[in-house]
Every structure is written in structure tokens, then in C-alpha cells.
């Protein structure tokens, strides 16, 4: 069945790195992408999403590119904030559930030192 | 617009006692799911329904749970009887039929 996959955290950086956060996906058909973010005591939030090959989601200096023959949607970001400091989600959606069902990796947990 | 809303906030119960999360969609969704968040676990998809009827109810972990939605505006997610492993935040989401989801802030549940 259809997967994510991405990388295991905690991930700590300092301020101002620059981040990647893997997501690789296994799909039939063309799946729509997203990226969410889930800050303390609060649900996931929508970040970015993109819904074809070759689209680039972007928000908040966040970006990820739909890349269909490497089967990847990672998440990058030239410089990080304290305030970046979040549980990250990669998903796809599902084609052809009828209620757009989404598909959730295990999420990975970002940490910026000052 | 409000968002989804749920409630309560958080819920402490002692084991054996029934326990029901509410939760209210975004008017026009279609669709609603419920969550299960727990560290161990990740976050779990429990039921979603589309137009009001339960479509996948696979990762309802056993008999004590049980979802209704008999409108488009009301959720409920029914445990009966709690136990301590069913301790963790229970999200509801909605979505319309151009996809992507809207959380609620979630439910803590914690059992006694």
C-alpha cells in the first residue's frame, strides 16, 4: 500500500543552519504531497503541499520539490529559527479514497539551539 | 472561520469509566478523521468518514471504541471502558474534496 517514509529524528541544528529533512514515498498513481507542522500542545499544520511532478510547495522560507523519479519530497530551509522548533509530518494523499484520505510518515522532531 | 473544534481540552477518567471527545468540523468538509497521537505509537488514523458514513474503521483498536457522526457539524469518539493504554491525544481533522487537512487542537486524554 501507499507509504512515506522519513527520517528519524530528533534533528538539532543551530540557528541560522540550514535544514533537509528526507521524504521519500511509495505510491500508485500521482499522489499529492504535503508537509505539516505540529508545534508543542498544539494539532498538525498545514506547511506546504504540492500536487504534481515538479512542483515546489513553499511557506514560511520552507520549500520542498515533488520529484516523481526519485520519488522524494524533502523539506529544506536555508536558515533556521528558534521558533522552527517543531514536529515536522511528510504525507501524501491518496487518489483514490473518496475522502482525500491522507497518508502520515512518523514525523520528525526538529530542535534550534540559540 | 473557527476551525475544527474539539472538545474538551483535556480529560483525566479513572480506568472503566466512559469517555466521549466532541468534535465539530469545518462547515463545507466532507470528510473527518479521527487520530490517535501517542509517542510509542506516532500518530495512528482511528475512523474517517465521508458525507456523514464511516468509510474505513480498520484502526479502531478494539470493541470499546466507537465513532458516530450523525451530522455534518458533530463528531463523536466513545471509549467504554477506558483503560490506562488509551492514554494520548485524540485529534479530529477535516477536510473538503480539494484535500488537505485542517486539525482540531486535540484532546489529552489521560486514564487512571
Known amino acids: 500500500g501507499d507509504s512515506v517514509t522519513q527520517m528519524e529524528g530528533p534533528v538539532t541544528l543551530s540557528e541560522e543552519a540550514f535544514l533537509t529533512i528526507n521524504c521519500t514515498y511509495t505510491?500508485?498513481?500521482?499522489?499529492?504531497l504535503f508537509w505539516y507542522v505540529q508545534y508543542p500542545g498544539e494539532g498538525l499544520q498545514l506547511l506546504l503541499k504540492?500536487?504534481?511532478?515538479?512542483d515546489k510547495g513553499s511557506n514560511k522560507g520552507f520549500e520542498a520539490t515533488y520529484r516523481k523519479e526519485t520519488t522524494s519530497f524533502h523539506l529544506e530551509k536555508g536558515s533556521v529559527q528558534v521558533s522552527d522548533s517543531a514536529v515536522y509530518f511528510c504525507?501524501?494523499?491518496?487518489?483514490?479514497?473518496?475522502?482525500?484520505?491522507?497518508?502520515f510518515g512518523s514525523g520528525t522532531r526538529l530542535s534550534i539551539r540559540p | 472561520d473557527a476551525g475544527v473544534i474539539q472538545s474538551p481540552r483535556h480529560e483525566v477518567t479513572e480506568m472503566g469509566q466512559e469517555v466521549t471527545l466532541r468534535c465539530k468540523p469545518i462547515?463545507?468538509?466532507?470528510?473527518l478523521f479521527w487520530y490517535r497521537q501517542t509517542m510509542m505509537r506516532g500518530l495512528e488514523l482511528l475512523i474517517y468518514?465521508?458525507?456523514?458514513?464511516?468509510?474505513?474503521d480498520s484502526g479502531m483498536p478494539e470493541d470499546r471504541f466507537s465513532a458516530k457522526m450523525p451530522n455534518a457539524s458533530f463528531s463523536t469518539l466513545k471509549i467504554q471502558p477506558s483503560e490506562p493504554r488509551d492514554s494520548a491525544v485524540y485529534f479530529c481533522?477535516?477536510?473538503?474534496?480539494?484535500?488537505?487537512?485542517?486539525f482540531g487542537s486535540g484532546t489529552r486524554l489521560t486514564v487512571v
Open positions: 468518514f465521508n458525507n456523514n458514513v464511516p468509510i474505513d
Open positions: 505510491a500508485t498513481g500521482y499522489p499529492s
Open positions: 481533522a477535516s477536510s473538503s474534496e480539494r484535500g488537505g487537512y485542517t
Open positions: 462547515s463545507g468538509h466532507n470528510s
Open positions: 504525507a501524501l494523499s491518496d487518489p483514490y479514497s473518496s475522502a482525500s484520505k491522507i497518508i
Open positions: 504540492a500536487t504534481k511532478a515538479d
